[in-house]
Every structure is written in structure tokens, then in C-alpha cells.
């Protein structure tokens, strides 16, 4: 197992065990769901649904307006009473469809469901982009995007990411677990459209229950699937540290893993599109862990789109106390919130609340030169340096050493003894040298 490694990393507390054993439990639906246009990298949909607008449950509401888009269908039956900006998980305000329950559960006609052995790779990719489906990971990038490399690079090889190296999130676990068919003939799918030769499932070693029944699937559908036990170790599911890992390729500074010849995706992807395509239902729900030392019980749930986080923490028995942090995501590379008015988007892997003693509120002190934010770093960048120039507003410099190569996993912090809030500043470095690029691509 020594081989399946990657340079630098750490190894946080992963207090997994609050929903490790936890079953999935499908919560009710919410009373008014609030629907970003924008849950996706790219260009946000635009509504096709007006303020008066009944809606039925799986309908479109809103229509791509781009390759590098999706549309979004509404996750209960009602009547649409505002079109607004309202707070979303990414700290701004987002344009959203807001909807009033019925209570009918009335449901748009699905699409129909289809026979992957028979469809081209056009004909599932489109039925992909249709449904609405986007990386469950967090990342949400478009996954028939994802899905249409140039033809100048193959792919030769799909990985499916069941790492779920993220402190304390199990809703991956709990998936694979409970149900792993969906997943593997979700990745056979993966394996279809792209032509693939070699199709890999990495799952860190803590969750041997998920490798026993993913391995026990792959068997029984006697499929053409490595299963890989993965080192316990962060950030392992992060795409370019999970290709070396498994093939010891690097994907090149400012690349893309079709750059080798590889595409990775979440098991929760390969999950949406198993649904999508077997069942012709889009992506209007998803898993997502409650948890922390702050909720009164942590859970893994089944959470309509739209459904307000204050709505999921009050099924979760409410907060133990007040104040604290509330995270959507995992504390690594999760979002902190100033309210709990955001909604459930389909990136929403975890709700974390954390009490106040736990959140690390250390002054922050002086670099000590100790280099363990660079060990640390799995992008072998300099974290300090970069630290340093982007303090100084000396972004020119910062995109020369790399900084967009950062991929904000957090171990830098992490391992800092002075408390610098090394990943924060990195990513606002990172916002600056993206407008350095499109400034500079703007002028020649």
C-alpha cells in the first residue's frame, strides 16, 4: 500500500464517528424552498418561471445560458411567489426562485429513462447536462463538461472519487454503503461516455464497510473496476493528489487531469447520474452530513435543493448552544456563514456547526521560518512566500510563483504555529492574478 502516496498533506482529527454509523435519513420537505439560479461554476441559469408560476416537483425552472451551465429544476410542488436576490453559501446575494409548498408532491413528467448500452455519448451527455448534474463533491463544475474532453486528449482512465478525506462529512461513506449499486453502474456510465479503458475507485482505508460493498458490487456485476484502498490522509480526494496517488501521474502547473489522460469524479456525481439516465429523475436532492459538536443529532440526510439550512439544523434537534461557527462544507475547505438563511445547494456536502471554544480564534503571530506549511503543502508551492507578496499587493509576483496552482485545501493553515491565515490570503491572491489574466488577455 506504500505506493498509493502523495508529497505533503496532513492529518487533522477527523471526528467521522459523530455519523460514520448514522443511515441515511430523507428529511421533509421544506415549507418555502429558496433555489439559487447559480449553483454551479459558469454561467448562471436564467428563470423560465414567473412570480404566480405553478410548479410541479422535477420541473425546469431555469434554462442554461451557456455550454459552462446548467439548468435548475425546483424539489417540490407549489407556487412561485418571489424571483430575488436572496443569501447564498457563497456569501453573496444570488438571484432565486422562491417557492411555497403545496403539499400536493405533484410531479413533472420525468424524463425517459434509458438503456446506457444502447445510447451514444452524445446522446448521455445530454441527458446529463439536462438533469441538472454538476460535481456533488463541492466543486460543482458542470459534469457534462467534464464529460467532453477536446478530441486532441483521450482519456484513458476515469477515477471515481470515494476519498471523502474531508473531516467529519460520512455522506459519501454512507452512499457507497448503502447504496453502491447506484454508484458503480453511475461510474460504468462515466466509463461508457468517455471511451475509458482503465476505471479506478479510490476509498480511504477508514471506511472499510464502503470497500467491502463496493467491492462486493463490482463483483456481482462482474465489471471492469478497480477498488482502491487509499492512505488515511488529507487532502487525498483532491483530484490531482488522488491521480498520483493511483497512477503517479502529474498533471501539469495551470492544467487539467485530461491533460493525463485522466477524469475524475464523485461518487455522489456518478450516483445523480445513475438516477438521470436509469430513472430520467434530474438532480433535486442530495446527501449532506449534519454534524459538529454544536448539533443536537448529527445526521446524514436526503435534503431537497432549496431547503433552508435553518430548516435542517432545527430537524437535527437544533443548535446545543448559541454562537459558535456554522460551516457549509467540512472546517478544511468549507464556508463559514453569517446567517443560516442560505439554502441547500447542490454542493452542499456538510453542515458543521462548531461550539465557540473550538474555533481556534489564536492571534495571529510572526512567520518563524519553520517551513511546515511548505511539508505541508501538496502543490509543493511556498506558502509563506506567497503569504508574504500578496500581503506586500505584489500579485504579479504571486502569479509568477504559482499561486493559481493553489487548490485551497487549507493544510498550510493548518500547520502553521503561528496562526497565519495563510489560505485565506492565498485565495484572495488568487482572485487578484485571475484579474491581472483576464486583463492581460483583454489587451492582446
Excluded: W
Excluded at 429513462?113 to 463541492?138: F, H, N, Q, W, Y
Excluded at 452542499?348 to 492571534?363: A, D, M, P, R
Amino acid at each position: 500500500m506504500a505506493r498509493y502516496r502523495f508529497k505533503g498533506g496532513v492529518h487533522p482529527r477527523y471526528n467521522k464517528e459523530l455519523t460514520s454509523d448514522k443511515p441515511i435519513k430523507e428529511m421533509p420537505e421544506p415549507q418555502i424552498a429558496v433555489i439559487p439560479l447559480s449553483q454551479h461554476i459558469g454561467a448562471p441559469a436564467k428563470p423560465i418561471v414567473n412570480v404566480g408560476d405553478k410548479v410541479k416537483i422535477g420541473q425546469k425552472i431555469g434554462e442554461p445560458t451557456g455550454f459552462v451551465s446548467v439548468p435548475i429544476h425546483s424539489s417540490i410542488s407549489g407556487k412561485v411567489i418571489a424571483i430575488e436576490k436572496r443569501p447564498h453559501p457563497l456569501g453573496k446575494l444570488i438571484d432565486s426562485i422562491i417557492i411555497e409548498n403545496d403539499g400536493e408532491r405533484t410531479l413533472a413528467e420525468p424524463l425517459s429513462p434509458l438503456t446506457p448500452e444502447e445510447c451514444s455519448p452524445d446522446i448521455l451527455r445530454d441527458r446529463i447536462k439536462e438533469a441538472g448534474i454538476v460535481g456533488m463533491g463541492g466543486a460543482t463544475f458542470p459534469t457534462h463538461v467534464k464529460l467532453s474532453p477536446p478530441k486532441d486528449k483521450p482519456i484513458d482512465t476515469v477515477i471515481l472519487n470515494g476519498a471523502e478525506c474531508e473531516p467529519y462529512l460520512t455522506a459519501d461513506h454512507r452512499l457507497m454503503v448503502e447504496d453502491g449499486e447506484r454508484v458503480v453502474k453511475g461510474f460504468l456510465i462515466i466509463k461508457q461516455i468517455l471511451s475509458a479503458k482503465r476505471a479506478i475507485i479510490g476509498i480511504e482505508k477508514n471506511k472499510p464497510d464502503a470497500i467491502k460493498n463496493i467491492k462486493k458490487v463490482v463483483d456481482d456485476l462482474k465489471a471492469d473496476v478497480e477498488v482502491v484502498e487509499l492512505e488515511v490522509k488529507y487532502p487525498q480526494g483532491a483530484e490531482k493528489q488522488l491521480i498520483y496517488t493511483l497512477l503517479k501521474r502529474e498533471v501539469p502547473s495551470g492544467g487539467l487531469p485530461m491533460d493525463v489522460g485522466v477524469v475524475v469524479q464523485n461518487v455522489g456525481t456518478a450516483s445523480a447520474i445513475y438516477d438521470a439516465v436509469y430513472r430520467g429523475i434530474p438532480l433535486i436532492q442530495r446527501i449532506t452530513t449534519v454534524t459538529g459538536s454544536n448539533i443536537k443529532e448529527p445526521s446524514n440526510l436526503l435534503v431537497k435543493i432549496g431547503t433552508p439550512v435553518k430548516d435542517v439544523i432545527q430537524f437535527c434537534g437544533g443548535a446545543i448552544e448559541e454562537g459558535g461557527k456554522l460551516i457549509l462544507g467540512g472546517p478544511m475547505m468549507g464556508l463559514a456563514q453569517y446567517t443560516d438563511e442560505v439554502p441547500v445547494i447542490k454542493g452542499t456536502s456538510g453542515i458543521l456547526l462548531l461550539k465557540e471554544e473550538e474555533l481556534g480564534l489564536e492571534k495571529e503571530g510572526v512567520c518563524i521560518r519553520c517551513g511546515m506549511c511548505i511539508r505541508a503543502c501538496p502543490m509543493n508551492l511556498s506558502p509563506t512566500l506567497l503569504n508574504k507578496l500578496i500581503q506586500r499587493g505584489d500579485f504579479e509576483s504571486a502569479l509568477k510563483n504559482d499561486v493559481l496552482d493553489c487548490i485551497e485545501c487549507g493544510c498550510c493553515s493548518f500547520s502553521c504555529p503561528s496562526h497565519i491565515p495563510l489560505v485565506q490570503r492565498i485565495r484572495l491572491g488568487k482572485a487578484q492574478a485571475m484579474a491581472i489574466l483576464k486583463r492581460q488577455k483583454a489587451k492582446s
